[in-house]
Each structure stands twice: as C-alpha cells, then as structure tokens.
C-alpha cells in the first residue's frame, strides 16, 4: 500500500480547499445526524447540498453522466478529509447519497437513473431505508411487508417497517418487499423506489435519546406503487438489498476521520483537566489511538481496493467492527475525564455519547458482522438458520 497522495490528488485537494473556503456556510458546521433537525435547517442543508453539486464536489467519484466528476476514490478520500477538517456539516442525505443511489446505478433502468440520481445528488429528493420491521431485523429475510399486484400495472403494499432514518423528512424510500405471497426467507423479494406522499403512508417519529428525531416507524396501508419504480427485475429484491447494505458498509471507511477529530477533542480534554490525567486514562486514550490507527489503515485498504474497481467485500465489516469499538471507546474516555458534565448542560459530548450504543446496531448488529467475518473471511461453518 502507497500511503502518499498522487500529484494529482494534490492538485485536488488546494482546489477543494481554496473552494471551501470560500463558500463553506460556517453557521451549519458540526451539525450531524444527531442533531435536531427543524424545517428550516433542512432547507438550509438542502441548499448546501445544492452548492456542492452545483460546483461538482457533491459527489466526485460518480460518473460524469450523473453529475459527478469521474474521479477516483482516492480524490473522494481527500473531498472528505477537507470537509472533515473544516467540520462541515454532515450530507442532509446520507442514505441516498451513499447507499440508494449506487444501488440504482448498479439495477436502475435508465428511466430511473435519469430521474432519481440528479435529485438525489442535489438534495431535492432525501432517501430513507425501509428495510427493518417490528419481527425483522437482523433475521431481514422474515420481513412480511407484502406488495401485490392489482391487476395492471400497479403493486398495492401493506406493512409497517421500524427504525428508519430520515423518514419524517424523506420524498422517497427504498423498501425492501415480499413480491410473492407464497415465498419464504430470501426468495420472492423485491426493491421498490416508492413515494413518500403516496397515499396510505403514515410516518410516526420515534425519539431517541441523543434528542434527534430522524427515526420513524412506517407504516403502508395499500399503497398504490407504479410497477415502474421496482429497481431490479421482480424476485431479485434480495440482491439489490444485499447491494445496498454493502455500500453502507463500505462508507463506515470513511467515518474515520470524523472518528479521529473526536478523539483530539478528547485528548485535549484530558489535558487541560486540572490535576492531569491519571494513569487509567491515558491507558484509555492510548487505546482509542490504537483503535482509530488501525481503522485508518482499514479505510485506506478499502479505498485502495475501490480504486483497483473491487466492489466493497466483507472487509468493510471489519471496518465497521473498529469503528464501532473506537467509537465506544471515545465516548467512554469523555465520560471518564468529564463524569456527569459530559451528558448535561449542553455538552458537546452528549450526542456522541447518546449515539455510540445505536451504532454497533444500525446497518447491521456487531454479532451480524462476526457471523460475516466468521463466513466469508475466516472460511468457518455457516450459522445454522432456523
Ligand atoms: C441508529 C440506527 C439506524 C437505523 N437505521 C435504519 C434504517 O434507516 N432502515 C432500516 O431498515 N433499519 C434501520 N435500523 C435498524 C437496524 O438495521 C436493526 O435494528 C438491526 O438490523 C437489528 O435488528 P433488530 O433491532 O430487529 O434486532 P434483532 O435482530 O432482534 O437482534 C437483537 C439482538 O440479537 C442478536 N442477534 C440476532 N440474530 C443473531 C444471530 N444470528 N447471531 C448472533 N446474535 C444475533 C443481535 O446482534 C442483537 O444483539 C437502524 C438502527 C439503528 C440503531
């Protein structure tokens, strides 16, 4: 593995800084997922999505076609380091940008790209994931959300599916469907793109204690679909989803940097704390500097690996293993040098801190990600399936 940048990354990189300096909106910086998001701030960060598009940095490695430049991971590593390193404000459209629209890219008519991938890379379409349901979620192929066919050229859809980010602010879903009454587990699945303001759609927002509110559980009660928005031939649902959660997977890689930011603000907590640090917390801090190494090295491993063409394997479970287990890390070392301070009173931290036991569950739990590894990577005997 080279660890030095191309010239020509380089030559990006004093480009994509000189333009952020410019025109990044320094009132949005630091807000991520995690935060309240009120009708207004998304407009605002609709509007910055806008910009990026509009100057070609919304999306520089997807093809040119589609509004991007063409360019390769390494200049997507270095579009995020600067956002990073300016604490930019986090995608208003993460699910679109990083795991819908690849997966049209990848089983899209041309219809569909035409029509979803500029609105996605724009900000005026938001996507959210329905793939999870009250009776499942890490056993996703029990899902019972049944889409039937009418007669003509119509699926009708009725089931509730749970957890699913950016629902209250989206215009589409991408929702995973029995298309065959009588199939069982991973057979007779289809991926619809459906309309959020389609009738017979009810969204009721689920809090979470980080106070955010993108969480929703939804519910279709015959829902009209155009058979035209199925991505991917009927029966085929199971491919396209599976498709999508590697893309989700693949983007943990770049999470790192953000990871690494967290990790100096602690650090320099830690050192500013009257009386020092004691010995047990630097053996924390140490810890979480080892962890964010190494899923640095990860993330550089499997972005080399997309700039050689190789579609994101079971490696990015690894990476989202060490994400997770850093992320821990690092909120735990903020609650140690800070005690209560860290999750009241408005501290910076509480988010971060709310947020870390979600995130060993959310795109697949850290048991799930084992049963991968133990499969794909180490070779061992399948997990018998009830
Ligand atoms: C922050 C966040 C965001 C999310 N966003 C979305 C979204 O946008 N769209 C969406 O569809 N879903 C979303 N989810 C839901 C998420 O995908 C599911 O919660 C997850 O797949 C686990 O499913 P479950 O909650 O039903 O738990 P279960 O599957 O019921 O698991 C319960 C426990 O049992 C363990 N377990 C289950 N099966 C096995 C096994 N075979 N071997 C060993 N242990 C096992 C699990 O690891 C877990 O600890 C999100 C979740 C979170 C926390």
Redesign the pocket.
């Known amino acids: 593995m080279d660890l030095d940048y191309p010239p020509a990354a380089q030559a990006f990189r004093a480009e994509v800084r000189a333009w952020l300096e410019a025109n990044l909106p320094r009132d949005l910086c630091g807000w991520t997922l995690r935060d309240p998001l009120t009708p207004e701030l998304l407009e605002r960060l609709r509007g910055w999505q806008r910009t990026l598009a509009d100057a070609g940095f919304g999306a520089v490695a997807w093809p040119v076609d589609h509004g991007g430049r063409g360019a390769g991971a390494v200049e997507q590593l270095v579009m995020a380091e600067e956002l990073a390193r300016l604490d930019a404000p986090a995608a208003v459209n993460p ?1 679109g940008l990083t795991n819908v629209a690849p997966s049209i890219m990848a089983f899209g008519t041309s219809e569909q790209r035409s029509r979803h991938l500029p609105a996605i890379l724009r900000g005026d379409e938001i996507w ?13 192929a029990s899902l019972r959300t049944l889409a039937e066919h009418d007669g003509s050229d119509t699926l009708v859809v009725s089931g509730t ?7 209250g602010h989206a215009e589409r879903c991408e929702l ?1 469907v029995r298309t065959d009454p009588s199939s069982r587990h991973h057979e007779g699945l289809s991926v619809l793109l459906v309309d959020m303001a389609s009738t017979g759609i009810e969204v009721r927002p689920l809090p ?1 204690m980080t106070g955010g509110n ?2 929703a559980e939804v519910s279709f009660d015959a829902v009209r679909v155009p058979i035209g928005d199925r991505l991917g031939p009927a029966g085929s649902g199971w491919r396209v989803a599976m498709t999508t959660l590697g893309f989700e997977r693949a983007g943990v890689a770049n999470l790192f940097l953000r990871t690494d930011a967290r990790l100096r603000r602690v650090h320099d907590a830690v050192v500013r704390r009257p009386g020092g640090a004691s010995a047990t917390m630097i053996d924390r801090l140490c810890r979480c500097h080892v962890d964010t190494a190494l899923l640095r090295l990860l993330a550089l491993r499997a972005i080399t690996a997309a700039a050689r063409g190789r579609a994101p394997g079971p490696e990015a479970s690894l990476a989202k293993l060490l994400w997770v287990r850093a992320e821990h890390a690092i909120a735990e070392a903020a609650g140690a040098v800070l005690g209560p301070d860290a999750v009241v009173g408005g501290s910076p931290w509480a988010a971060d801190i709310c ?1 870390s ?12 990600q ?2 991968i590894l133990a499969e794909r990577v180490l070779g061992l005997p399948r ?1 018998p399936q009830p």
């Open positions: 699910i959210c994931q329905g793939f999870s349901e009250p009776d499942a979620g890490s056993d996703l599916k749970i957890w699913s980010t950016l629902a995973l979470t993108e969480f947020a036991p979600g995130i060993a569950i959310a795109g697949g739990t850290t048991e799930i084992k049963t997990d």
